[in-house]
């Protein structure tokens, strides 16, 4: 039985308190009682492998009910400011922006985060999201790396399996043309209305001889239908035969105004695989299409406490088949760079890479390059990576190699342009 079912059966066996809205964490912090299934925090801690006895007694203390038969946890996600308002944990600057009661006491595991009261002044700074450019937007704030319908959701999946219709806004994929054949042969992310970051190597060298990047499209879920629409995870056909269905946008597609690949991009090393992609038109902002926020450190030199990655795209699932036809993510396991090195002895790997690997099938395979490597923050999701390359064979584990975008970020804005 694996140590993750053992700290949930001790959870389901301890004598619990009677559930109040408010609660105070095991180191002080405010939060409510709320299922574990609604409280990251708690669900990072019982899945990270370096969980430490620490974290187990922080667990089982943070018991406080039952909601039917799932336990119920305090959560730090949620906590009350100075004057007694309940508020969220968020980023110190977002909170600037949105808020004047702001507690300044740090909130559990989050870095630099700090209460805030939460209020219709976030959803007022979310219409001005839509006043998109050229330009991505601030980190900071609430318009980037966010899913469609609200401005914080944390993933709870990441298996593998198929996403739901608005998660991970910012994906798409890259049409190329040759002999009036259109083909999709790499992924990118959108981080403006008139960008799409990738890999250099989507846009120039050998690539180029099965064709030409011509359009990216958007709004994408299932690559053999133009409109869909789920039942939960499930496809609908019939729109009729249910009542409640939900449906995202028409795929758009926008033509490649230019390819920008980086200058000193290098095919034998992989270093500086990265580029962008201008587009004719400018994308619009909604709830299937909007931009990821672009990172605000180097992870890899400074990883967070809870450090979950996020991969998402339309690659194949394994060897036999080319590209999977609906819209799938994983979980992959960040892997420092010396580790990473073992596994590529015949290329020189540096601080300009970063690493993270699947287990089994769940992998990048064909179809997955330029796809952002993804880091979901308190506030939002930022793309820290770029799929480089990989191993010859799908599903092994051996370790993926992405380009740091991080490194990256002055030339990005050297680059753009109105």
Known sequence: MSHVLHVLLALSIITFVKPTEDCTTPDGSNGSCVSISSCPYILDLLRARNRTAEDVAFIRKSSCGFEGSMPKVCCPYYCMTPSGKQGTCVQREACRQICKDCDVKKCHGFDNSICC?????????????????????????????????????????????????????????????????????????????????????????????????????????????????????????????????????????????????????????????????????????????RPICLPTKDYSKSKPRVFRLFSAGWGANNSSVLRSTVKVHVNPEYVELQQCQKSYDKIILKDIQICAKGENENDWCKGDSGGPLMYQTLNSFQVIGLLSFGPKDCGTSVPAVFTNVYSFNDWIYSVIRP
Not at 193 to 217: E, F, N, Q, S
Not at 229 to 254: A, H, M, Q, R, Y
């Open 117 to 289: 009261e939460s209020n219709s002044n976030q959803e007022r700074a979310l219409i001005n999201c839509t006043h998109i450019s050229a330009y991505p937007y601030d980190p900071n704030g609430y318009c980037c790396g966010s899913d469609g319908g609200t401005n914080i959701k944390f993933i709870i999946g990441g298996d593998g399996h198929t996403t739901k219709l608005d998660q991970y806004p910012w994906l798409s994929l890259i049409e190329y043309e040759k002999a009036g054949e259109t083909k999709i042969l790499c992924g990118g992310a959108l981080i403006s209305g008139k960008y799409v970051m990738t890999a250099a190597h989507c846009v120039t060298g050998p690539i180029l001889d099965l064709g030409l990047p011509k359009a990216a499209r958007f709004a994408e879920y299932n690559t053999e239908t133009l409109l869909d629409c789920l039942n939960g995870k499930k496809p609908v056909i019939d729109l009729f035969e249910l009542d409640i269905v939900e449906c995202s946008d028409i795929v758009l597609t926008l033509s490649i105004e230019r390819t920008i690949p980086h200058s000193q991009y290098n095919p034998k090393t992989n270093e500086n695989d990265i580029a962008l992609i201008r587009l004719a038109d400018m994308a619009p902002y909604t709830d299937f299409i």
